[in-house]
């Protein structure tokens, strides 16, 4: 199990560090809604929950050109790189899309007909809410587009965030001056902000240092050494992956290659997430 920075800190001038107390995030209530089709037959959520289709076929998506990166402790990372960063791999990706923008509170509430998160604000991302949660809202969405969005992998979105075959190879996604790219400990206010009001990285992609950390697919485990091509993580496990630091976090927890894990269930006003189309 690996779970860090569950107390999250105030940081001034780089001085003085306090304690925060623990956010408790509140359950969804899904009681008046149908979450799972008994039968093959596909259901037809946006009746159900008169999701607005407009609003998903507006998901900003970016290309992300396959190819093959280094994984892990990389040289620019090894200052602040934990041990399960290593050893660092030999990954070759195919094509895929991500998202521009970690999910918003607008289009979560569309979907799921809730709003789970503290901080509210229709262009904030969405936080407070479980990977279980993100599989519900995923499923949704695909059976009302007819498309095949996830969860990246952890792989995907180490390489995205890394900016793929654009990389410059910054220590943070897309600089590396965190505060060019990110809203983390010391420049949050000990809040999320309004998606993409930092500096993108060589892809076009927002937050993916800072604002949320963004749940994965794969199980967390150990990193092997060797080359794979598209790894899905460990086949089993009991923590789920999840990257790219927060508004709560120190700046060496938001690097591209940090890795942290948590519970399925488990929910946080640090955690959100960002959406992979599949091609």
């Given at each position: 199990m690996?779970?860090?920075?569950?107390n999250?800190?105030i940081?001034?001038a780089?001085?003085?560090?306090?304690p925060?107390m623990?956010?408790?995030?509140?359950e969804?209530d899904?009681?008046?809604f149908?979450?799972?089709?008994?039968?093959?037959d596909?259901?037809?959520f946006?009746?159900?929950?008169?999701i607005?289709t407009?609003?998903?076929e507006?998901?900003?998506m970016?290309?992300v050109e396959?190819?093959?990166?280094?994984?892990g402790?990389?040289?620019?990372q090894?200052e602040?790189?934990?041990?399960?960063?290593?050893p660092?791999?030999?990954?070759t990706?195919?094509?895929?899309?991500?998202g521009k923008?970690?999910?918003?509170q607008?289009?979560w509430?569309?979907v799921?007909?809730?709003?789970p998160?503290?901080?509210?604000?229709?262009?904030r991302?969405?936080e407070?809410?479980s990977w279980?949660?993100?599989?519900?809202?995923?499923e949704?969405?695909?059976?009302?587009?007819?498309k095949?969005?996830?969860?990246?992998?952890?792989?995907?979105?180490?390489?995205?965030?890394?900016?793929?075959?654009?990389?410059n190879v910054?220590?943070?996604?897309g600089s590396?001056d965190?505060?060019e790219?990110?809203?983390?400990?010391?420049n949050?206010l000990?809040?999320t902000?309004?998606v993409?009001?930092?500096?993108?990285?060589?892809?076009g992609?927002?937050?993916?240092?800072?604002n949320?950390?963004?749940w994965c697919?794969d199980?967390?485990g150990?990193y092997?050494?060797?080359?794979q091509?598209?790894?899905?993580?460990p086949?089993?496990?009991?923590?789920?992956?999840?990257?790219?630091?927060s508004?709560?976090?120190?700046?060496?927890?938001c690097?591209?290659?940090?890795?942290?894990?948590?519970?399925?269930?488990y929910k946080?006003?640090i955690?959100?997430f960002?959406?992979?189309?599949v091609?």
């Open positions: 690996k779970i860090k920075n569950i999250k800190v940081v001034l780089g001085l003085i560090v306090l925060m623990l956010y408790m995030c509140k969804n899904y009681s008046g149908i979450l799972k089709n008994s039968s093959d596909v259901v037809n946006d009746t159900i929950l008169n607005d407009a609003l998903l507006t998901i900003d970016v290309f396959g190819g093959m990166f280094r994984m402790a990389t040289e620019e090894v602040d790189a934990m041990e399960d960063e290593y660092v791999q030999s990954i990706l195919s094509d895929f899309y991500i923008y970690e999910v918003t607008e289009l509430e569309a799921m007909g809730n709003n998160s503290r901080f509210y604000g229709a262009n991302p969405v407070c809410v279980i949660e993100c599989q519900e809202f995923i949704r969405v695909n059976k009302v587009t007819g095949t969005y996830r969860l990246p992998t952890e792989a995907e979105w180490e390489y995205a965030a890394r900016g793929g075959n654009r990389s910054y220590k943070y996604s590396n965190i505060s790219v990110a809203w983390f400990g010391e949050s000990l809040e902000h309004v993409g009001k930092k500096k993108a990285n060589e892809l992609i927002y937050d993916m240092s800072g949320v950390y963004e697919s199980w967390y150990n092997s050494s060797g080359e091509t598209d790894p899905q993580g086949a089993t496990g009991s923590y789920r992956v999840y990257r790219g630091g508004w709560g976090n120190f700046a060496k927890y690097r591209v290659s940090d890795r942290s894990s948590f519970p399925p269930d946080d006003d955690l959100g960002r959406l992979v189309l091609p």
